[in-house]
T-cell receptor, first 114, second 117 residues
Framework: AQSVSQHNHHVILSEAASLELGCNYSYGGTVNLFWYVQYPGQHLQLLLKYFSGDPLVKGIKGFEAEFIKSKFSFNLRKPSVQWSDTAEYFCAVNLGGATNKLIFGTGTLLAVQP | GAVVSQHPSWVICKSGTSVKIECRSLDFQATTMFWYRQFPKQSLMLMATSNEGSKATYEQGVEKDKFLINHASLTLSTLTVTSAHPEDSSFYIC?????????????FGPGTRLLVL
């Protein structure tokens, strides 16, 4: 069965530190990849997405992610985090087709200390 | 743009009663809406895919007679938890895919927290 794994359940960083959150998926076909963020008390928001083309995609708020097909990975990065980045981050994969279902990873809770 | 609302934002009910949750796309039309359930400290689990004008497609293990889904218009889908029990207490989130929008891109509602006593 297709799955998405996020290796870090929670990450604690100080402001200005660099961030990298891992995401791996298990599916051999063409995929669309997403990172969503959920700030405390708020709904899920799209950070960035990859459909095709340049495997390095840039999203909002200085985030970027790199799709490495050979590693089935789509890691999220930010060179310098801020306190306001404290949130839960979800990686998701869409297998396409008629249903357009999203399969979510378990999420990574990021806490940024001021 | 691409705003999705849910109503109510939270509900407390007695065991055995039914609860209806509404999901609306406010500024776009959505042929497809999705219903998720999120348990504490866990990820979103897709319950069903709702297509306007047709029957919903339920994920394995989700009881369609317990979780009734109606997608009567391009901007509204409803989830009714019938004869709710304490184990149905959870955070229910809907999302909507814009008609003709990019494959897989979904816009999420703020969620509805259900507590069954």
């Amino acid at each position: 069965a297709q799955s998405v794994s996020q290796h870090n359940h929670h990450v604690i960083l100080s402001e200005a530190a660099s961030l990298e959150l891992g995401c791996n998926y298990s599916y051999g076909g063409t995929v669309n990849l997403f990172w969503y963020v959920q700030y405390p008390g708020q709904h899920l928001q799209l950070l960035l997405k990859y459909f095709s083309g340049d495997p390095l995609v840039k999203g909002i708020k200085g985030f970027e992610a790199e799709f490495i097909k050979s590693k089935f990975s789509f890691n999220l990065r930010k060179p310098s985090v801020q306190w306001s980045d404290t949130a839960e981050y979800f990686c998701a994969v869409n297998l396409g087709g008629a249903t357009n279902k999203l399969i979510f990873g378990t999420g990574t809770l990021l806490a940024v200390q001021p | 743009g691409a705003v999705v609302s849910q109503h109510p934002s939270w509900v407390i009910c007695k065991s055995g009663t039914s609860v209806k949750i509404e999901c609306r796309s406010l500024d776009f039309q959505a042929t497809t809406m999705f219903w998720y359930r999120q348990f504490p400290k866990q990820s979103l689990m897709l319950m069903a895919t709702s297509n306007e004008g047709s029957k919903a497609t339920y994920e394995q293990g989700v009881e369609k007679d317990k979780f009734l889904i109606n997608h009567a218009s391009l901007t509204l889908s409803t989830l009714t938890v019938t004869s709710a029990h304490p184990e149905d207490s959870s955070f229910y989130i809907c999302s909507a895919r814009a008609s003709g929008g990019p494959s897989g891109t979904q816009y999420f509602g703020p969620g509805t927290r259900l507590l069954v006593l």
